[in-house]
């Protein structure tokens, strides 16, 4: 059965902290991993990786993607008070070629002033 | 780039009326759209796969007759939610991906719907 696996699920830091969220995945027909930030309403997107080591990166944000090891990782370094959200990850199967997604539980993350 | 509205936001309706949801996309051609429903505190949980011009996909366990999916040009798809009951009372969600390999999958704002 395909499976997105986060971790960890909540994460509480300081502002200025440096934190680091994993994503692994057991997809068949393995088309992108993406990466969303969720506040209260629907996710928006932050990246979409294909290829495997490649850095990809926006501000304070950066996600690299691993396809032998089968993760992800998301770094957000100087952290503010407004990173806090469900950071959700999210693979992208190409089943009949429709890019259904399958999500990972989210990581809750609060920055603390 | 890549905006995906939804309309309305939030809708407040009586037990069983039915209720239509649309999911645009704005500036981009969307060959798939897909319908999450996502529960407080839960992640989002995939209804059905729409495809423009065809029948949409549904995911197990959700009722094709009761979530009426019309997917009927490359930027606008809809969810009707027929007959609705207070247990359908949800946060509606829809994607949008692109038609190009490359394409990610772009959100929606979501529609909160209650039903009374």
């Known amino acids: 059965e395909d499976k997105v696996v986060q971790s960890p699920l909540s994460l509480v830091v300081h502002e200025g902290d440096t934190v680091t969220l994993n994503c692994s995945y057991e997809v068949t027909n393995f088309r992108s991993l993406l990466w969303y930030k969720q506040e209260k309403k629907a996710p928006t997107f932050l990246f979409m990786l294909?290829?495997?080591?490649i850095e990809k990166k926006s501000g304070r944000l950066s996600s690299i993607l691993d396809k032998k090891e089968l993760f992800s990782i998301l770094n957000i370094t100087a952290t503010q008070t407004g990173d806090s959200a469900i950071y959700l990850c999210?693979?992208?199967?190409?089943?009949?070629?429709?890019?259904?997604?399958?999500f990972g539980q989210g990581t809750t993350l609060q920055v603390k002033p | 780039g890549a905006v995906v509205s939804q309309h309305p936001s939030w809708v407040i309706c009586k037990s069983g009326t039915s209720v239509k949801i649309e999911c645009r996309s704005l500036d981009f051609q969307a060959t798939t759209m897909f319908w999450y429903r996502q529960f407080p505190k839960q992640s989002l949980m995939l209804m059905a796969t729409?495809?423009?011009?065809?029948?949409?996909?549904?995911e197990q366990g959700v009722e094709k007759d009761k979530f009426l999916i019309n997917h009927a040009s490359l930027t606008l798809s809809t969810l009707t939610v027929t007959s609705a009951h207070p247990e359908d009372s949800s946060f509606y969600i829809c994607?949008?991906?692109?038609?190009?390999?490359?394409?990610?999958?772009?959100f929606g704002p979501g529609t909160r719907l209650t039903v009374t």
């Open positions: 999210a693979v992208e199967a190409s089943y009949s070629n429709t890019g259904k997604l399958i």
């Open positions: 729409s495809n423009e011009g065809s029948k949409a996909t549904y």
């Open positions: 994607s949008a991906r692109g038609d190009r390999a490359e394409s990610g999958q772009y």
């Open positions: 294909t290829s495997s080591g």
